[in-house]
């Protein structure tokens, strides 16, 4: 019922933005990402996938490595995740993923049922 694809990631270099996006490519009657606790996770090579920022209810809150750098955003149907100032420490997988409501408060993989394939952020000086 439910498929998400991200896309937007890249290569770029320290300093740079981008912006990732995710959407279902289920054509799913009723499909609202405000329905979900939606979120986005990070999986650098050898390390454990990390969470990075979810929308909880009246403030999205995100990692401290992220915070005023990231922004998480949703329209109803895509995802966002608006990545500037970026750093070496930033280069990743990022997925996007789905769960129930309301938002773990101290959110971990196993809060989620739905993930994408993942979209590749590679950033060099």
């Known amino acids: 019922q439910v498929r998400l694809v991200e896309s937007g990631g890249g290569s770029v270099q320290t300093g740079g933005s981008l912006r990732l996006s995710c959407v279902n490519s289920r054509s799913t009657w009723g499909y609202n990402t405000r329905n979900f606790c939606m979120a986005w996770f990070r999986q650098a090579p050898g390390k454990e996938r990390e969470w990075v920022a979810d929308?909880?209810?009246?403030s999205p809150y995100y990692a401290d490595s992220v915070k005023d750098r990231f922004t998480i955003s949703q329209t109803g149907t895509t995802l966002f995740l608006q990545m500037n100032s970026l750093k070496s420490e930033d280069t990743a997988m990022y997925y996007c993923?789905?769960?129930?409501?309301?938002?773990?408060?101290?959110?971990?993989?196993?809060?989620?049922?739905?993930w994408g394939q993942g979209t590749q952020v590679t950033v060099s000086s």
């Open positions: 929308t909880r209810d009246k």
């Open positions: 993923a789905a769960g129930r409501l309301p938002c773990a408060v101290v959110p971990t993989t196993g809060d989620y049922n739905y």
